[in-house]
Structures are given as C-alpha cells and as structure tokens.
C-alpha cells in the first residue's frame, strides 16, 4: 500500500491530466474536430474516475495516519511520535 504522501502526489498528477484531457476536448470541439473531441472526453471522463479512486485511496490513507497518530500520542503520553523516540533513545 502507498502511503499517504506518493497517494497525494499520484492525484495531483491526475488532476493535471484530467486538466489536459478537458482542454484537448474543448480544443477540437471548437476546431470541429467531433472524432478527437469524442476520444478526448472518454479519456477525461476515464482520468476523472481514476482520480476519484486516488482521492479515494489518499483519504483513507489520511484517516489511518492520523488514527495512527491519536493512537500514538496516547500511548506515550501526548507527545509527538518523532519527540517520544527522540526522549526514549536519549535516556537509553
């Protein structure tokens, strides 16, 4: 499973690629070009539902990394993950 940050980066670059595919369809509508502007907005609508799997993914990620870190912070008495180990490794 990817974490929380590549999921995050991968739906931005689908956002941007969805981007392109709404302008390539908006692109060769005008020109009249209906083959083009029919393949350009299959792909967008393809590009939007692989983005909406991605959000999807990302947020779960987010909700488990912050339950993650709830979990965490109350196992070690409210200190931030990276602080407790910090402590725990200097009084080792």
């Known amino acids: 499973m990817a974490d929380e940050k590549t999921l995050r980066r991968e739906f931005q670059q689908m956002q941007d690629l969805c ?6 369809a908006a692109d060769a509508a ?8 029919r393949e350009a907005r299959a792909n967008y ?19 488990r990394s912050q339950w993650l870190r709830r979990r965490w912070q109350d196992a070690s008495g409210g200190q931030e993950p990276l602080m407790a180990i910090t402590r725990q490794r200097s009084a080792d």
């Open 45 to 63: 609508r393809e590009c939007r539902r692989a983005a909406a799997v991605l959000q999807r993914a990302w947020e779960d990620a987010h909700r």
């Open 19 to 24: 981007d392109y595919w709404a302008c390539r």
């Open 30 to 37: 005008i020109a009249r070009e209906d083959t083009m502007a």
